[in-house]
């Protein structure tokens, strides 16, 4: 990056905001897994959508390529500059709206952690639908522009569910707000909302956000169900959705649970452990009664289920799920596959796939785990190097010919790049690698990442 460049940047945002500092640097130069590294040529931190837009064009005039940057806490090197590129620390901007109750919408700013916004919103009685492990780190910016999912995904839908409206910097240099009232029907035209959702920082830079809200509920149910087998755990499922309180249905194998077992030096509540065990959530006020019922038609023994009524002992539950990722960061560097499977291969891929990775891994660690009723799981390889593309290859391997997605919820980064043909088709991505070239004309948002290089 040329010193006019950073020069340019610092008289627009002040010096205090522009950081060279290596050290300081640091932090945003590598990923959560410490799998992606790449260094920077500066990190800047814009504190208003106007400043985001100069810093736009300052990077067009002078051919210089940003990456947008929230918590960080993304798994597939989409926030992690690759090559000399200005990081865009977006945290300043975590300005949050009042909550309109009438509506139940809340307009958020790109850089507001999750839970910063969740005890905004639970102030009012209502919630954002989506909720995740990484809450405390992760900002509403990212999780628009990865189209989180997490856990309550098969009540709610993804974050692009919730997602109203927006305010993006587009790499063309312009500032747009599109629905930013709220409003729940405008069919005037192309879907810019959603297309920027999922976008992973590659169409234009999310400032504001408008979101839905829904009921933060009275009572939350947690309970766990074993099972012998997963086969028996996907044959759970109907049982699961016909209940109207269902929020969640997250899916643990016995070694990952044994992993977490040793990770926090707790003893899993059920005893042996099972092979599968669902962790379901059920929410409002007649969510006891429902937990009876519920046990009763999946068929689970009483000596293979745990329930918790109260917050204390669901968040106690809940963290056996939520302690995967990082019992599986304490073994080492972890290669991550999050993949969704058509549910009646969700038994065969499960059987398969420890084999499909030992035969690329010999001795690797492997486990599985996710929110089983979008038929997305989360595959774990630790001990491969950081360079070994092979266990995640033979994860979307086997996940292609099964019929699923190479994508679930994180988004395709740079790790899933050379995926992306071969899940959408040639013709599918030479039309998004057109709205690419026409959002961002000079390639400067987050090159490298999703799309293939257009040839
Ligand atoms: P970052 O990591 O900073 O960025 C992610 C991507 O979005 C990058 O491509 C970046 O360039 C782009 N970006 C960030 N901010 C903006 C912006 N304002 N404008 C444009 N582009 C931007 N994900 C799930 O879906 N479900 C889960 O259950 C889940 N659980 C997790 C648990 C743990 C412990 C961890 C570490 C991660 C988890 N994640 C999960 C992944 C991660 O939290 C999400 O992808 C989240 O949405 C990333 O938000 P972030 O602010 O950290 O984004
Ligand atoms: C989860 O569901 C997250 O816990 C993280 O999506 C999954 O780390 C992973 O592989
Ligand atoms: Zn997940």
Same mark, same amino acid.
């Given at each position: 990056?040329?010193d006019a460049?950073?020069?340019?940047?610092?008289?627009?945002?002040?010096?205090?905001?522009?950081? $060279?500092?290596?050290d300081?640097?640091?932090?945003?130069?590598?990923?959560?897994?410490?799998?992606?590294?790449?260094?920077?040529?500066?990190?800047?931190?814009?504190?208003?959508?106007?400043?985001?837009?100069?810093?736009?064009?300052?990077a067009?005039?002078?051919?210089?390529?940003?990456?947008?940057?929230g918590?960080?806490?993304g798994l597939?090197?989409?926030?992690?500059?690759?090559?000399?590129?200005?990081?865009?620390d977006?945290?300043?901007?975590?300005?949050?709206?009042?909550?309109?109750?009438?509506?139940?919408?809340v307009?958020? #700013?790109a850089?507001?952690?999750?839970?910063?916004?969740?005890?905004?919103?639970?102030?009012?009685g209502?919630?954002? @639908?989506?909720?995740? #492990?990484?809450?405390d780190?992760?900002?509403i910016g990212?999780?628009?522009?990865t189209?989180?999912g997490?856990t309550?995904?098969v009540?709610?839908g993804?974050?692009?569910a919730?997602?109203?409206?927006?305010?993006?910097?587009?790499?063309?240099g312009?500032?747009v707000q599109?629905?930013? @009232?709220?409003?729940?029907k405008?069919?005037?035209?192309?879907?810019?909302? *959603?297309?920027?959702?999922?976008?992973e920082?590659t169409?234009?830079?999310i400032?504001?956000?408008?979101?839905?809200?829904v009921?933060?509920?009275?009572?939350?149910?947690?309970?766990?169900?074993?099972?012998s087998?997963?086969t028996d755990?996907?044959?759970?499922?109907?049982?699961?959705?016909?209940? $109207? $309180?269902?929020?969640?249905?997250?899916m643990?194998r016995?070694? #990952?649970?044994e992993?977490?077992?040793?990770h926090?030096?707790?003893?899993?509540?059920?005893?042996?452990?099972?092979?599968?065990?669902?962790?379901?959530?059920?929410?409002?006020?007649d969510?006891?009664?429902?937990?009876?019922?519920?046990?009763?038609a999946?068929?689970?023994?009483?000596? $293979?289920?745990?329930?918790?009524?109260?917050?204390?002992g669901?968040?106690?539950?809940?963290?056996?799920?939520?302690?995967?990722?990082?019992?599986?960061?304490a073994?080492?560097?972890?290669?991550?596959?999050?993949?969704?499977?058509p549910?009646?291969?969700?038994s065969?891929?499960?059987?398969?796939?420890?084999?499909?990775?030992?035969?690329?891994?010999?001795g690797?660690?492997?486990?599985v785990?996710?929110h089983?009723?979008?038929?997305n799981l989360?595959?774990?390889?630790?001990?491969?190097?950081?360079?070994?593309?092979?266990?995640?290859?033979?994860?979307l391997?086997?996940?292609l010919q099964?019929?699923?997605?190479?994508?679930?919820?994180?988004?395709? *980064?740079?790790?899933?790049?050379?995926?992306?043909?071969?899940?959408?088709?040639?013709?599918a991505?030479?039309?998004?690698?057109?709205?690419?070239?026409?959002?961002?004309?000079?390639?400067?948002?987050?090159? #490298?990442?999703?799309?293939?290089?257009?040839?």
């Open positions: 990056v040329h460049a950073l020069r340019d940047l610092r008289s627009v945002l002040g010096d205090r905001y522009v950081i $060279s500092d290596p300081v640097r640091a932090p945003h130069e590598v990923d959560w897994t410490g799998r992606w590294r790449g260094v920077a040529a500066a990190v800047v931190r814009p504190g208003s959508a106007e400043e985001v837009l100069e810093v736009v064009q300052v067009r005039r002078h051919g210089v390529q940003l990456v947008p940057q918590g960080n806490t597939v090197g989409g926030a992690t500059p690759r090559d000399g590129q200005v990081v865009v977006l945290r300043r901007l975590r300005e949050l709206g009042p909550v309109d109750e009438q509506a139940a919408q307009t958020a #700013g850089g507001a952690t999750l839970t910063s916004l969740q005890a905004h919103a639970r102030a009012h209502l919630e954002l @639908a989506v909720d995740l #492990g990484a809450r780190t992760a900002t990212g999780m628009v522009a189209n989180a997490g309550h995904v009540r709610y993804p974050m692009r919730q997602l109203l409206g927006i305010e993006v910097v587009l790499g063309t312009a500032l599109a629905n930013l @009232a709220g409003l729940l405008d069919n005037t035209g192309y879907d810019l909302v *959603g297309l920027l959702c999922g976008s920082g169409l234009g830079i400032t504001r956000t408008r979101l839905r809200l009921p933060a509920p009275r009572t939350r149910l947690a309970l766990l169900l074993g099972f087998s997963v755990a996907v044959a759970a499922l109907p049982h699961l959705r016909a209940r $109207s $309180s269902l929020a969640a249905v997250e643990m016995r070694d #990952g649970i992993l977490v077992a040793d926090l030096g707790v003893a899993f509540p059920l005893q042996p452990v099972p092979v599968c065990t669902l962790l379901v959530e059920l929410i409002g006020d969510g006891e009664a429902d937990a009876g019922v519920l046990v009763a999946t068929g689970v023994s009483d000596a $293979s289920t745990a329930v918790a009524t109260d917050e204390v669901a968040a106690g539950l809940w963290r056996w799920r939520e302690g995967h990722p990082e019992a599986a960061a073994r080492g560097l972890v290669h991550k596959a999050d993949v969704t499977l549910f009646d291969e969700l065969t891929f499960n059987t398969r796939i420890d084999d499909a990775i030992e035969r690329v891994a010999p690797a660690l492997t486990i785990y996710g089983l009723a979008d038929g989360h595959v774990n390889v630790v001990g491969p190097a950081a360079d070994d593309e092979q266990p995640v290859d033979a994860v391997d086997l996940v099964l019929g699923g997605s190479v994508s679930a919820e994180h988004g395709i *980064g740079v790790a899933k790049r050379r995926w992306v043909v071969r899940q959408r088709g040639e013709t991505v030479a039309a998004m690698q057109a709205v690419k070239s026409a959002l961002d004309p000079d390639g400067i948002l987050n090159p #490298g990442v999703l799309l293939p290089d257009a040839r």
